[in-house]
């Protein structure tokens, strides 16, 4: 990938963060929030981008993170596993790095 930009607080680049599929901060989701959403499948405004510390950032992601798991736990609940697969993709690129 061509794309050289890192996020200024962490120094995450977008190959990394792509094959990841995990910010390495809170700030990541305003760096990359074009790509993020692309990723999650969402529109852009919806991306969460609350700077560390941000209570109403952080509020979002947790929304975002319940909402996924219960769409997660009805698509299992219905054997509709494909989609059960790509919720959790969506899930794991929502968790905090290791």
Not at 46 to 62: L, M, S
């Amino acid at each position: 990938m061509n794309d050289k930009r890192k996020c200024p607080r962490c120094g995450l680049k977008l190959d990394e963060l792509l094959k990841r599929r995990r910010a390495g901060c809170p700030v990541c989701y305003h760096t990359f929030a074009q790509e993020i959403s692309e990723l999650l499948g969402l529109e852009p405004s919806a991306v969460p981008v609350g700077q560390a510390g941000d209570a109403v950032g952080c509020g979002r992601v947790a929304r975002l993170r319940s909402e996924l798991q219960a769409q997660l736990t009805a698509a299992v609940a219905r054997e509709e596993y494909e989609i059960a697969a790509q919720l959790r993709d969506r899930l794991n690129a929502l968790k905090p790095p290791d």
